[in-house]
């Protein structure tokens, strides 16, 4: 299958991915000369966790899901989706550790690759572009660790809650105040 409505990356296209928010268009404009126009089909891996990374991906068309395996149990869970305007591999940039997650084509997608090698050596000619780029990688990180504790909180109490009001055989389950679910207290 393939991809009509973006023929070619554009500046437009980087102006909305919220890692770039602080970039001018000739900064972008650089980006786009470093990257290169990836298509891959519905269902085929694009990085697998793992791995080694090579660069920072911009999804330009399509939808993504990420993978997250349980280094316990060996299984795989879908802990989210991205579309058009969203990146990975951002933590490449960062640090020289290996994939974090799976990243698979849920849709035939169109993405912007920029080799790391590249995308570094950007940055390193142009010091002001550098301090913006890590500004925004901060704070696009403090905003998934909101997410996550918030979502954390949330499980936990899900979790407290059903083992509270699930479990029939404890003679006090279904006595516990209500209070007790939220603090976590029993009295």
């Known amino acids: 299958m393939s ?8 500046v437009e296209h980087l102006k909305g991915v919220r890692i770039f928010a602080a970039f001018q268009d000739h900064e972008l404009g650089l980006l786009l000369k470093a990257g290169e126009s990836i298509d891959r ?23 993504v899901g990420i993978l997250k395996s349980n280094s316990l149990s060996g299984e795989v869970y879908d802990v989210g989706q991205l579309g058009p305007g969203a990146f990975f591999g951002e933590m490449s940039l ?11 084509a849920l849709l ?3 993405l912007l690759h920029i080799p790391k090698d590249i995308f570094m050596a950007i940055l390193a000619s142009n010091p002001s572009m550098k301090d913006r780029f890590y500004e925004n990688c901060i ?8 997410e996550l504790d918030e979502n954390y909180v949330v499980s936990q109490y899900q979790l407290w809650k059903t083992a509270i009001h699930g479990d029939h055989d404890h003679p006090r389950a279904s006595a516990l105040p209500e209070d007790s679910l939220k603090t976590g207290k029993v009295a």
Request: glycine share 6%; proline share 6%; aromatic share 4%.
């Open 3 to 10: 991809l009509s409505t973006v023929a070619r990356p554009s």
């Open 41 to 63: 089909a519905s269902h085929a891996n694009i990085v697998i966790e793992g791995e080694l990374s090579w660069g920072l991906y911009v999804i330009l068309e399509g939808v």
């Open 94 to 104: 960062i640090d020289d550790q290996p994939r974090s997650a799976t990243v698979r």
């Open 108 to 110: 035939p997608v169109k």
């Open 139 to 146: 704070r696009d990180l403090v905003r998934r660790l909101r």
